[in-house]
Structure formats: structure tokens, C-alpha cells
């Protein structure tokens, strides 16, 4: 059973910082573009970070640009995103997301998604 589970969330105050995980399992993700997506409550999904298989091309979304940063362990078939300098607007549940297709920050190209966990930052 292929799966994607994220871990994490939290809740945390304006200023401070979370590192989320994304496991993988099920298949061989190591050739896979991570990317990592967010929805806020009555808002569309929106991109955040991917990185390609090997770590070589990494692309943010502009809100997070400069206070994320995406990683991946293929030996643990883990993909991370440090969140610093956290907003109330980050408040979102954050999914991982793999393709085998690109490195892309469209949501369309991602085959496989977790549940997600929820970031919730206090003001």
C-alpha cells in the first residue's frame, strides 16, 4: 500500500519555527519530486516547495520563499520542510505530495498524497 503520512503540525506562536516530516512507503520513491502544498480554511490549495529526487532543483512558493526550506533522506524515504519565522497566515494543513513526472509547483502532476497535519500559528 503506497503511502504518504505527515507529521509534525502543531500549534506554535508568530516568530517561531516547526519542522514537518513526510514518510514514504509502499513503493520506491527515491526518483520522485516531493512537493509540499497547503490549504487554509475557505481557501484553494496552494503550492509551497518540491524538490527533485535528488535534491538538485528546489522551488518555493513566494509567501515562503526566504523562511521554508524543503529536504529529503532518500535512505529514510523522508521529505522535510523547516518552517521558520512562522506567520498567522501560515496557518494552513500542510500535504506532501509525490510525482514521478516533474519537479513542478502545479498540484496537477502529483500522483500520490498524504492526509496532511494541520499548522496552526497563534498571533
Known amino acids: 500500500q503506497v503511502q504518504l503520512v505527515e507529521s509534525g503540525g502543531g500549534l506554535v506562536q508568530a516568530g517561531g519555527s516547526l519542522r514537518l516530516s513526510c514518510a514514504a512507503s509502499?513503493?520506491?520513491?527515491?526518483?520522485?519530486?516531493m512537493g509540499w502544498f497547503r490549504q487554509a480554511p475557505g481557501k484553494d490549495r496552494e503550492f509551497v516547495a518540491v524538490i527533485s529526487w535528488n535534491g538538485g532543483t528546489r522551488y518555493y512558493g513566494d509567501s515562503v520563499k526566504g523562511r521554508f526550506t524543503v529536504s529529503r533522506d532518500n535512505a529514510k524515504s523522508t521529505v522535510y520542510l523547516e518552517m521558520n519565522s512562522l506567520k498567522p497566515e501560515d496557518t494552513a494543513v500542510y500535504y506532501c505530495?509525490?510525482?514521478?513526472?516533474?519537479?513542478?509547483?502545479?498540484?496537477?502532476?502529483?500522483?500520490?498524497w498524504g492526509q496532511g497535519t494541520q499548522v496552526t500559528v497563534s498571533s
Open positions: 509502499g513503493r520506491d520513491f527515491s526518483m520522485d519530486a
Open positions: 505530495a509525490s510525482s514521478m513526472r516533474a519537479t513542478s509547483r502545479s498540484d496537477r502532476i502529483y500522483d500520490y
